[in-house]
Every structure is written in structure tokens, then in C-alpha cells.
């Protein structure tokens, strides 16, 4: 059986931005586990950016690709997992790692289908997992100058929000 785009269910409210406008965008996955906890997975040591550190899920749009077909594709590549639900627009962030290219990132918290317990990491990118509630949260900090818990104030609001849902 297929899984389409059509078959994702979209919060009300929620508008994805247009990808087709010459800007490098991102979508990010805050994926939301049943319980109300955040996963969260390693970028891998060798990585160009953020390597060795606790990241969401997500990725660059390709071009041609929606905000939401986006979504869809880095959750399945980077988990194994199928996009079920977009629950809401958490965060909105403009940024550029030092390359000079400035990336237009959307943050979603969606829910998930597939066995939580075993996401299939992408080889080479992601070396591991944590499910993420309030106490977990302080380990997401490491290998990062701590001007940088962009991860741990989004998985917050990502933990927020799941609870509120």
C-alpha cells in the first residue's frame, strides 16, 4: 500500500510556506512519541555541520518539493517512520552555519507511524537515539557552545506542545 501526501493529516491553521521562491529552505520534525516525548537522534562526528550533536529530523527541501512533501521524505529517510499528523508550526528560523548560504527552516510537530522503539537511522548521517522528556533534556546540550541549545529550546517547545495536544 502507498502513502501519499493526500493521506497526511494537516492541522487546521496551519499554512506551509512556499518552497518555490529561490531560498533554501528546511523542514524540521518534531516528532512526538504517544507519551509526549521528543525524538531526538546524533548527527554522526564527521558531519560539516553540527557534528556529534543532538538534532530533530529534517533536512533542506529539494527543489521542486513542498514544505510538506519535504517533511514527509526526511522523516522516512532519516527514521524509517511515516509521517501521520502535522500538529503544528512550532518555530520559524532563519540561519546560516558559516557557509554563506542563509536557510529559511520551519520546525512542525508531527506524529508518527512505525515501531518508535526501532527508527532505521540513516547510515553515516545519524550514529543514535533518544526519546527526550523534561529530565532528558540537559543531554542534548553536549559538544555545543552554550550560545547554541537551539535543540534544547526547540525539543522544549516541542515537549510543551505535545502535552497541550
Known amino acids: 500500500m502507498t502513502h501519499g501526501i493526500d493521506d497526511i493529516e494537516v492541522a487546521p491553521g496551519i499554512v506551509f510556506p512556499d518552497t518555490s521562491d529561490g531560498r533554501t529552505h528546511v523542514a524540521g520534525a518534531i516528532i512526538a512519541a504517544p507519551d509526549g516525548r521528543i525524538f531526538a537522534q546524533r548527527r554522526s562526528p564527521d558531519r560539516k555541520v553540527f557534528p556529534h550533536c543532538w538534532d530533530i529530523v529534517g533536512g533542506h527541501v529539494e527543489p521542486g518539493e513542498t514544505m510538506l512533501a519535504g517533511l514527509v521524505r526526511e522523516v522516512e529517510e ?10 503544528a508550526e512550532l518555530f520559524r528560523l532563519d540561519w546560516d552555519p558559516g557557509d554563506g548560504l542563509t536557510r529559511h527552516e520551519v520546525d512542525y510537530l508531527v506524529r508518527v507511524d512505525g515501531d518508535l522503539d526501532a527508527p532505521r537511522l540513516e547510515a553515516g548521517k545519524h550514529t543514535e537515539f533518544l526519546w527526550v522528556d523534561e529530565e532528558a533534556l540537559p543531554l542534548l546540550r553536549d559538544a555545543r557552545d552554550p550560545g547554541d541549545y537551539f535543540i534544547t529550546d526547540i525539543v522544549k517547545l516541542g515537549l510543551d506542545a505535545a502535552r497541550d495536544r
Open 78 to 87: 532519516e527514521t524509517g517512520w511515516r509521517l501521520r499528523r502535522v500538529e
